[in-house]
C-alpha cells in the first residue's frame, strides 16, 4: 500500500499563487506516475497534471499548462505542483494520486492510491 498525504491548501485571490505538496509512504517503490486530479464545484473529477518517476516526464491538462508546474523531490518521495495565476474557475478539491500500473495515465482508473484531498479556493 501506498499512502499519499497531501498539503497546502487554502484561501487565495484570483492571480495568486499556491503550492500543494503530497508525500508518499509505504510501498513506495515501483511508483511509475504520481499526479493531481481536481474536483471543482458540480464537476466531474479531472487529470489535472502528472509526473512519471523514471525520467520527470511531466503531463498538464490544456486548462492548466504555462500556469501549473509539477515537480519530484526523490528524496523525500514527495511531489509538488505549484499554481500561479489562478483563476476562479481552479476552485476545487484536489486529490494527489499515484500509479504503479505502465502506459498512458489520464484517467481515474489508471491511479492505484489517492490522498484525502484538500481544498483550493480561488477568490474574486
Known amino acids: 500500500q501506498v499512502q499519499l498525504l497531501e498539503s497546502g491548501g487554502g484561501v487565495v485571490q484570483a492571480g495568486g499563487s499556491l503550492t500543494l505538496s503530497c508525500a508518499a509512504s509505504g510501498r513506495t517503490f515501483g511508483t511509475s506516475v504520481t499526479g493531481w486530479f481536481r474536483r471543482g464545484p458540480g464537476k466531474e473529477r479531472e487529470l489535472v497534471a502528472h509526473i512519471r518517476w523514471s525520467d520527470g516526464i511531466t503531463y498538464y491538462a490544456d486548462s492548466v499548462k504555462g500556469r501549473f508546474t509539477i515537480s519530484k523531490d526523490d528524496a523525500k518521495n514527495t511531489v509538488h505542483l505549484q499554481m500561479h495565476t489562478l483563476k476562479t474557475e481552479d476552485t476545487a478539491v484536489y486529490y494527489c494520486?499515484?500509479?504503479?500500473?505502465?502506459?498512458?495515465?489520464?484517467?481515474?482508473?489508471?491511479?492505484?492510491?489517492w490522498g484525502q484531498g484538500t481544498q483550493v479556493t480561488v477568490s474574486s
Open positions: 494520486a499515484a500509479s504503479h500500473l505502465w502506459g498512458i495515465h489520464r484517467i481515474e482508473a489508471d491511479f492505484n492510491y
